[in-house]
């Protein structure tokens, strides 16, 4: 990357990270968040350049974590929580792909997901 490409980079990492309202995808963040970890040799130098916890830049590369089908919610926008994307990341991949096309129909909300979650730790065998 060019400097000038890194600086651009950057900019649109802090405009992802401190606003409620984004103006690019969460998965382009994610995109940024790992070129830029690319070139700055590690996650804690990102973090500093863009002052968000390198533990709040991790959220957002869990989306690749995701079953393909939910990074194209993602992509679309039709996901596009951290929160919801940091949770279904930690589901098995049918739990999954099951909430995403809840959520992405706006049938649950964040709360909602935490809770089914929860629910899911406690009986793993339930379907």
């Not at 959220?59 to 995701?66: A, C, E, G, W």
């Not at 991949?93 to 099951?98: E, F, I």
């Not at 909430?99 to 793993?124: G, H, W």
């Amino acid at each position: 990357m060019t400097q000038e490409q890194i600086n651009k980079t950057i900019a649109r990492i802090i405009l992802s990270t401190r606003r409620k309202r984004r103006k690019y995808s969460l998965y382009e963040v994610a995109l940024d968040i790992t070129a830029l970890k690319k070139a700055m040799g590690s996650m804690k130098e990102v973090s500093k350049v863009i002052g968000v916890s390198a533990g709040m830049l991790n959220r957002f590369l869990s989306v690749f974590k995701l079953p393909q089908p939910i990074i194209e919610l993602v992509k679309k926008r039709e996901i596009d929580k951290i929160a919801m994307v940091l949770d279904l990341s930690k589901l098995k991949k049918d739990d999954a792909l099951k909430l995403a096309e809840l959520v992405s129909s706006n049938q649950l909300s964040t709360q909602d997901l935490r809770t089914i979650i929860s629910y899911r730790k406690q009986y793993k065998d339930s379907s």
